[in-house]
């Protein structure tokens, strides 16, 4: 019999996980669909499929993909859990056999079982695969239709390590451009370097040390550079295995970003050095001239993880704002500059993804509104025109939280297109689509479509056009 889950913060309210997976053939629609959106919105994240072993984190979750299919001003949905190595054990034995970030607290009857992650970050589309991830593992492959598993995939075997839940696809190119760090087990300092061409076929892998072991969650791609950022979210395993975090702030160990000419071997990494700060997401990087130009979503510490010592982080840099970092590659300084772009509190940056690693003009991501939010989640969805140095906002109400605005192109300017997103109604513990204009944000949705059950607060999602 599954236990009842701990009153946790991440496993109440909008981060509860549901206990079920469904089909909803056509959901209640208000406003109008535009005729001319048709495809897919995958979205992913951690639902925890029985009662956590040890100590919960949000990150730990079972991955669980959402699918809302958009077609001919009809939307339905569907959603399936990964249905990982992890997942398949637990679900035989009917509680939670696996530990999250120590293996210490793992039930013994899965001893040296080597799985296949959790699958739960990140979902895209490349060379004809629908591959949900997350940092730790390979890919986790689904099909794109039934959302059914088909299960991890190596790249015929070549990949060695991880994938990071964010690579980038090259939109001159079509590469799949990645990396992973933790190479040599979680906590280590190796990282590694990829690409996969246009078909899916991996044609380069280099390895390399970061400064130090460190939570690498997104990096940043332009036409000729790839950068790593290393900063002070530290892991040690020497630390975990002692009783204290294995992942944990120290700001003393400063910030590191990589730069790396795309083709080049890794041997050549250029280290720049910055104040101590995180970063999740970036939003977009590019190159003008010698400078490379990186915006980014930073935090003065990194949340949701402890200090080495083990005391909480500090809530008053629990924010995120819109930060630019500037590189300048002919300057005789290994030291980067930084500035911010706006006071905005956000998260989960997006763009126009014709423009990735391009010189851009439009961004938007998750951000506050104007009332304190009762959902425990972003109450409005922003859009910075970096042309203009403006931000125009659509304010959902502190009842709502938006995750992640995910763009769709309907032309062939910049910009032109709409912004599809997920939903959390705390008044009613319920979830739905929002489609708006994208050239147009302040204005709200053009539809909403409705779901009888809330989707668990997450992380990531794709588009995919239909076939």
Known sequence: MAQPFPNHPNLVGGFAPIQMECDAADLIIEGEVPEDLRGTLY???????????????????????????????????????????????????????????????????????????????????????????????????????????????????????????HPKIDPETGELVFFGYGVDGLLSEKMSYHVVDKDGE?????????????????????????????????????????????????????????????????????????????????????????????????????????????????????????????????????????????DHVCEFPRLDERYAGLNYRHGYFGCQGAESSKSGGFTAIGHVDHEKGCVETFDLGPNFAASEPVFVSRGTSEGEGYLVTNVYDAAIDKSHLVILDAENVAAGPLARAYLDHRVPFGFHGNWRNSD
């Open 202 to 342: 991996l044609t380069e892998s280099q390895f390399f040390d970061a400064p130090y072991s460190s939570m690498v969650h997104d990096f940043l791609v332009t036409r000729d550079y790839v950068l790593f950022p290393i900063m002070p979210l530290t892991g040690s395993l020497q630390r975990a295995m002692s009783g204290g975090p294995a992942f944990a702030w120290e700001p003393d160990k400063g910030a590191y970003l990589g730069v790396l000419k795309r083709g080049d071997e890794v041997s050549n990494i250029r280290w720049f050095e910055g104040p101590a700060a995180y970063v999740f997401h970036p939003m977009n990087a590019y190159q003008v001239g010698d400078r490379l130009i990186c915006d980014v979503c930073e935090y003065g510490e990194a949340p949701l993880f402890p200090h080495a010592d083990g005391s909480k982080p500090d809530p008053a840099k629990a924010n995120a704002v819109l930060k630019r970092w500037t590189i300048d590659l002919a300057a005789s300084t290994n030291e980067y500059q930084v500035e911010q772009l706006h």
């Open 43 to 165: 979205r992913n994240g951690p639902n925890p499929q029985f009662a956590p072993r040890g100590a919960h984190h949000w990150f730990a979750g079972d991955g669980m993909v959402h699918g809302f299919k958009i077609e001919d001003g009809k939307v339905s949905y569907r959603n399936r859990w990964a249905r990982t190595v992890k997942w398949k054990k637990e679900r035989e034995a009917g509680r939670s056999l696996f530990a999250a970030f120590n293996p210490m607290d793992a039930d013994p009857s899965v001893a040296g079982i080597q799985t296949d992650g959790i699958a739960n970050t990140n979902i895209i589309w490349h060379a004809g695969k629908l591959l949900a991830l997350e940092e730790g593992h390979a890919p986790f492959e689904m099909d794109p239709h039934s959302l059914d598993s088909i299960g991890a995939h190596d790249y015929q075997r070549k990949l060695t390590g991880p994938m990071t839940a």
